[in-house]
């Protein structure tokens, strides 16, 4: 059973990080340029703070534990960045002119969640789905079952391998546990992501992984938690819940409590905070996004909000 403790940290910390992301965004700060839409092929650039936030927001508005405020928060957040997207037509144009690339995909999936439908969109990536091409593309294997969640997620109908799609990633090989380090971290946490809809299919993440990540995902959080990467220790907290019954404590939500701003910003590491409030918000867009999900999740789990039967 999770600690009231956690719980009410996981809900404070989620709040006021959602609260940040939805003042910087109502200012200005994150939303897609006319200079970046020109250039389809820049995911980094365009798309991905937006997926991430939606990301967020729809997990909210999913699970159903947030108050009001919050809901509202992420209600906006999603109609302004769908709005951004010209509806998703932004998306179909990317996928049209770059057939085998992923990110429309994995980008519509969370607009998708909350209610968002382009059914052109659909139907493209319905047919593309029968192409050789866009399943022979080298992608990350934490990546493909990214794209495989968010088929799910949409409802399109090609059913992917689950249990080849698993045993193929770094956690799938259950290697030794020091063999670990920064990018396989986050390899590791988007493994389970992927695997359980974040925390909505707790059973979709196979046994002996299940139990490899419950052994050494407290110690693998101590040791990010002590070198002050703050981003990592809060996607571990996010896996965390997602297995079920938690396998950490109190430690890594009061690390994070007593590193959050008054605002609801959430520093990624241990360097200092810019003072330019844009560059800041870059830099730590991110982080704040992980926070509202790890807290989103943990009070979902730990409230039975948002399972889907299996």
């Known amino acids: 059973m999770t600690d009231t403790h956690v719980l009410t940290t996981a809900q404070r910390l989620g709040s006021q990080a959602l609260a940040w992301l939805h003042a910087a965004h109502r200012d200005g700060l994150g939303w897609l340029q006319d200079s970046s839409l020109i250039d389809l092929k820049d995911a980094d650039n365009a ?19 947030a108050g009001p405020a919050e809901a509202r928060a992420a209600r906006e957040l999603l109609d302004e960045g769908w709005e951004q997207l010209h509806e998703g037509d932004l998306l179909y144009e990317r996928q049209l002119r770059h057939f085998t690339m992923t990110d429309p995909l994995e980008t519509y999936a969370h607009f998708a ?46 059913r992917p391998d689950w249990a080849a799609l698993a045993a193929g990633t770094w956690l799938g090989a259950g290697p030794e546990p020091w063999a670990i380090d920064w990018l396989t971290g986050y390899d590791v946490t988007h493994t389970v992501f992927h695997l359980t809809d974040w925390g909505a299919r707790p059973e979709g993440l196979p046994g002996p992984m299940h139990d490899y990540v419950r052994d050494w995902l407290p110690v693998w959080l101590d040791v990010w938690l002590e070198v002050g990467q703050w981003d ?59 926070t509202v999900v790890a807290g989103d999740v943990t009070l979902a789990r730990a409230l039975g909000a948002g399972t889907v039967a299996a």
């Open 47 to 65: 798309y991905k703070p937006l997926c991430e936030l939606a990301l967020a927001a729809s997990l909210v508005l999913r699970d159903g534990v």
């Open 113 to 158: 969640r909350a209610g968002y439908r382009h059914p052109a969109l659909e139907e493209m990536f319905d047919s593309l789905s029968r192409v050789r091409a866009v399943h022979a593309a080298e992608i990350r294997s934490n990546r493909r079952l990214g794209v495989a969640n968010a088929r799910r997620v949409v409802g399109l109908a090609h």
């Open 232 to 290: 990592l220790a809060g996607e571990l907290l996010a896996v965390d819940a997602c297995l079920g019954e938690p396998a950490t404590g109190r430690q890594g939500w009061d690390a994070l409590a007593a590193v959050q701003h008054p605002d609801g910003l959430v520093p990624r590491d241990t360097d200092p905070v810019d003072e330019d409030r844009e560059r800041a918000f870059h830099d730590h867009q991110h982080t704040a996004v992980v």
